[in-house]
């Protein structure tokens, strides 16, 4: 990681300082990506907020619960054994901001792999573990107002030979080659196809498109994550009063979609403004996308009165 973050890394149930957060180069996962991960937000809260109007800043980490459980979810499908539950795991993030003294937003990445198993592949419950949570300052991932995609001429991992559903390590070699791409080719971002032909996601994002006010995503079945902004988003809209569907996205409605926006951890909820050069809607973002956008932006930094559960408050 470029950023050094905090000082100190979370690092088998020990605060650790950065510079001594080490692994053996015989670490299984360095050779053979054996690690699931997660990518988590801390939000500095909102000057609309009541705290915040009196003075007394917070940070909320977004639906961590949620994310742990994902950690684990991802890592049962290859069954690696995490010795920590999601609930130590939480609890030990919380710790983490405020061993750093953590008061902006920040991003927070956990991550389990296997260490010392030699170079065989029979990976099983018994083969060690280690399990580390990172913290470092964090704002916008996507500059400027709306992102101009492409679709990639990579498809999207499948579920019959490196689940998507798992959020492991591996899987992002494919999630790179399609960003190395879509940049290449002077986009900001790659949407990728399944194995069918149909929209699965983006390199690192859930694709959501509009067509006369309604909404709508791929099934997890046609290779997407199961994102957690994605069931955020999906929540907002309904209340916003919008009909969402899941089903299979052909290739051919990103060009006649009204809007579409991207949902992500890192990116939060970001309009595509053209999808292979071909605007989209007008090539502004559109009202439904903005709504979403910033009813989900006012949520995070603890400036609505909804949706508290979400948001664990560190201080
Ligand atoms: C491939 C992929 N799809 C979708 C997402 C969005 O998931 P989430 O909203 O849980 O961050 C991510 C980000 O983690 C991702 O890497």
Same mark, same amino acid.
């Given at each position: ?26 670490? %299984?996962?360095? %050779? ?284």
């Amino acid at each position: 990681m470029k950023e050094k973050g905090g000082e100190f890394v979370w690092f088998d149930n020990k605060f650790v300082k950065w510079e001594d957060a080490k692994v053996p180069v015989y670490t %299984h996962a360095m %050779h053979y990506g054996t690690a699931v991960f997660e990518g988590i937000r801390g939000y500095a809260s909102s000057s609309s907020n009541a705290a915040a109007k009196s003075g007394k800043n917070n940070v909320y980490i977004f639906r961590l619960k949620e994310h742990m459980e994902r950690l684990h979810r991802s890592a049962k499908v290859y069954s690696f054994s995490l010795p920590y539950s999601a609930d130590e795991l939480y609890d030990a993030t919380v710790e983490l901001l405020r061993k750093n003294r953590m008061k902006e937003s920040v991003y927070i990445r956990p991550l389990a792999f296997v260490g010392m198993h030699g170079i065989d592949l029979n990976v099983t419950a018994s083969s060690p573990t280690q399990t580390v949570i990172i913290a470092f300052p964090f704002a916008k991932y996507f500059k400027g107002e709306g992102i101009r995609a492409c679709v990639s001429s990579w498809r999207r991992i499948n579920d019959a030979t490196t689940p998507p559903l798992s959020k492991a390590a591996g899987n992002y070699l494919n999630s790179i080659l399609a960003t190395q791409e879509s940049r290449r080719n002077g986009y900001d971002e790659s949407i990728l196809l399944d194995l069918a032909g149909n929209v699965s996601e983006a390199s690192g994002e859930n694709i959501f498109l509009v067509r006369n006010k309604k909404i709508y995503t791929p099934y997890f079945a046609d290779s997407a994550l199961e994102g957690i902004t994605r069931d955020s988003a999906m929540t907002i809209a309904r209340e916003l009063g919008y009909e969402v569907t899941e089903r299979p996205i052909p290739r051919a409605e990103l060009y006649m979609a009204d809007e579409i926006f991207l949902t992500g951890t890192a990116a939060e909820i970001v309009p595509v403004t053209s999808v292979d050069g071909k605007p989209v809607g007008d090539g502004k973002e559109g009202p439904v996308s903005r709504s979403v956008r910033e009813t989900y932006a006012n949520i995070v930094t603890g400036g609505s009165k909804d949706h508290m559960d979400w948001l664990t408050p560190v201080w």
